[in-house]
């Protein structure tokens, strides 16, 4: 290439909570109105028998972005700020004018020299990486819109004869691989290998990633196994540089992964600890709930679980207690709170899933893919959302003897067909996508706005029924139904509503949750009913067919208090089962 060179508010707010040896402490953060119901007296009392522990080391645990781990360091705003418009895909990539180039290479160059202010953080090596990575995809593979700018080839013709000077050969190789963008002002990166054998590999699947190429299914499980779990406490003694591994992530992504990249992916870690347990039960649905949480709408599917396997549809939610680029409310964190066990193994999960009383289970991506784990804090210094973020939807922390689903939501069109080829690849006998609200999983009762945003509207489903009995890992010989529809409330009996808001309030969310388990009829409790019947028919499940017939279950499970006392049971025997 030529170089480039040339509502009503139930909770009062709570204060942050240091827990003191000796001094009695309150058993729970939720708080009711005084006039309490026989059902929400029920709540209080199993909040109040729960520990504290796990929540005395959080700033104020009533607020999502609190659960950041804070020995995880921030990245550099300037760089971060860039990174979210040129390190994405080949349509979306916005290219920074000449004013945002300069202040960006400025600063890049100021922190490898040492020169920042002191109230600045440091650019991080995975920013480093991430966003000369994105700058040499862009350079070499993207359409003319999205290749760099004019003024970003001004503010690399200036900075760059002082940034070859400080930057270490890494990065260098990450900007100019070939020594086709940057002119001859160094011939680092045709020459650069690595260090060790792991990095070598990693350089070596990078030179085809920044070209814009393509790797092999067993390519990409080589360096993701290689280089995996990353050492969180001495980097120095890591398998490869942060900012390769970052490279590489976000390369991949902006390249748009193959369905063979995507499947490597996914299936890279599934024998992390070994066999996955099967649970003795006739269903189990896997919910696949974006990791990174929501940050403004009610996020129902903790609730809706407990509604489900009332009737026998068991429900293995997983997630994280936090995770960018949203850094939203998530299903760890509302669990955590209410003082549920949120450090259970597959074995775990599996005993509650059986237990007849219980029938859901949670588990974190910390305890059973503690590699994928580690990369939380170099995601966040990725800013964009890398391959995991679509792979880790679709995961079996535990197996089911009986029939077996999957359920993730997506936002952004064209990855639900990738989302979906990955569940037939699990073998799964159904599997759903679903555009809800926030990119997750909730579909809504609110009415479509006239000038909603362009593509797949919010409460656009699509999926696959299996009509055979015995799932298979492969496509042949199995018999499959395939649909998609866009689900209208309304036409189901629902008065529209707008959706709850929740903004980053765990406790806000909980609140909702609970009241509508406790029958209290209104949007939140609406959100469930929808969601549970809607899944139970989209997917084929025993007693659905009929929608009317599936929504009259749902409400029966929560105006009967079924569901209420599966979740409080939930949170008390999380903390026995282990």
């Known amino acids: ?263 490597a992916y996914c299936l890279a870690f599934d024998d992390e600890h070994g066999p996955v347990p099967v649970a003795d039960v006739r269903s189990l649905t896997h919910y696949g709930e974006p990791y990174d949480g929501n940050t403004r709408y009610f996020r129902s599917t903790l609730f809706v679980a407990a509604v489900r396997s009332c009737y026998g549809e068991s429900c293995l939610l997983h997630g994280v207690d936090w995770m960018s680029p949203k850094g939203g409310i998530t299903e760890e964190q509302m669990l955590k709170y209410m003082g549920a066990n949120t450090h259970l193994t597959s074995m775990h999960a599996k005993k509650l899933l059986e237990d007849e009383d219980i029938g859901f289970a949670y588990i974190s991506q910390r305890e059973a893919q503690p590699s994928l784990y580690s990369l939380i804090g170099l995601r966040e210094h990725i800013k964009k959302r890398p391959p995991l973020a679509t792979t880790e939807k679709v995961q079996q922390f535990v197996r089911a003897k009986g029939k077996e689903a999957i359920v993730a939501g997506f936002y952004h069109e064209g990855y639900e067909e990738s989302l979906l080829m990955l569940m037939r690849r699990r073998g799964v006998h159904s599997g759903l996508v679903v555009k809800g609200e926030e990119g997750a999983l909730s579909m809504t009762t609110r009415l479509r706005s006239p000038i909603a945003s362009k593509g797949l509207p919010v409460n656009y489903c699509s999926g696959f029924r299996s009509l055979n009995t015995t799932p298979t890992p492969t496509l042949d010989g199995v018999s499959r139904e395939s649909f998609n529809t866009v689900v209208n409330a309304k036409d189901h009996g629902f008065e529209p509503s707008d959706t709850p808001r929740t903004d980053r309030s765990v406790t806000r969310n909980i609140e909702l949750g609970l009241s509508a388990l406790r029958g209290e009829k209104g949007p939140a409790y609406d959100r469930i009913v929808l969601n549970a019947a809607m899944v139970d028919h989209l997917l084929g499940c025993d007693g659905a067919h009929d929608i009317s017939s599936a929504l009259d279950r749902a409400k029966e499970a929560i105006d009967s208090g079924k569901a209420l006392n599966r979740l409080l049971g939930y949170i008390n025997k999380s903390n026995r089962v282990a």
């Open 1 to 263: 290439m030529k170089a480039l060179f040339n509502s009503e508010q139930f909770l009062s707010p709570i204060p942050p909570l240091k827990v003191k040896p000796g001094i009695p402490h309150p058993k729970t953060f939720l708080q009711f109105p005084r006039a309490l119901t026989k059902r929400s007296r029920l709540v209080k009392s199993v909040l109040d028998s729960t520990a504290v522990d796990e929540l005395s080391g959080i700033r104020n645990p009533s607020v999502s972005t609190s659960y950041r781990n804070p020995r995880l360091s921030r990245p550099n705003q300037t760089v971060l700020d860039a990174q979210t418009k040129v390190c994405t895909g080949p349509t979306q990539t916005k290219p920074l004018n000449a004013e945002q180039a300069f202040k960006v290479l400025d600063t890049i160059l100021k922190s490898v020299k040492g020169e920042l202010k002191d109230d600045e953080e440091e650019v991080s090596n995975a920013q480093l990486g991430a966003f000369f990575a994105a700058m040499t995809i862009r350079a070499n593979a993207f359409p003319e819109p999205t290749q760099w700018s004019e003024g970003e080839r001004k503010a690399m013709t200036y900075y760059w004869p002082h940034l070859v000077r400080f930057l270490p050969p890494d990065i260098i190789f990450l900007a100019d691989p070939e020594q086709s963008i940057m002119g001859m002002s160094s011939s680092i990166g045709p020459r650069f290998i690595g260090n060790g054998t792991s990095e070598m590999r990693l350089v070596g699947a990078l030179r085809e990633v920044l070209a814009g190429g393509h790797l092999g299914y067993e390519e990409v499980q080589g360096v993701l196994r290689d280089v995996l779990p990353l050492n969180l406490e001495d980097k120095k003694s890591a398998a490869v540089s942060e900012s390769l591994l970052s490279a590489f992530l976000i390369g991949q992504r902006m390249n748009r992964e193959t369905d063979r990249e995507l499947k």
